[in-house]
């Protein structure tokens, strides 16, 4: 993985709940379908940083999963939820559904 990336990864864990945090992004950036860089937790981490996640981000040695496990435990959120949230955005859900749901459980 990129140095960049993985330092980008890397920052101290945010005091947002995840909804938050993905609808921070979401008005910095317009929401893509299915584009790596408008899924929920891409969003997330714009939220909280003002940085893109791109491309170099996701390489047959770093796939999706371990990116967005990373990013939760690097941000101090659950793995658990942070997956469920980019499953569902994955799966359809725009991205307000998913913090909609997210803020139904209280984060």
Known sequence: MDESVVKHLEQPAKVLKLSEAIMR???LQREQKMSWCGCAI???YRGLTGKDFND???TPAYP???VVERFARNFGYSVRICEKAEAMHNRG????QVVDWLEAQGL
């Not at 859900?93 to 307000?96: Q, V």
């Open 25 to 27: 992004g979401l008005a």
């Open 42 to 44: 891409a969003l997330a």
């Open 56 to 58: 170099v981000a996701i």
């Open 64 to 66: 999706a999963g371990y």
């Open 93 to 96: 859900k725009s991205a307000r």
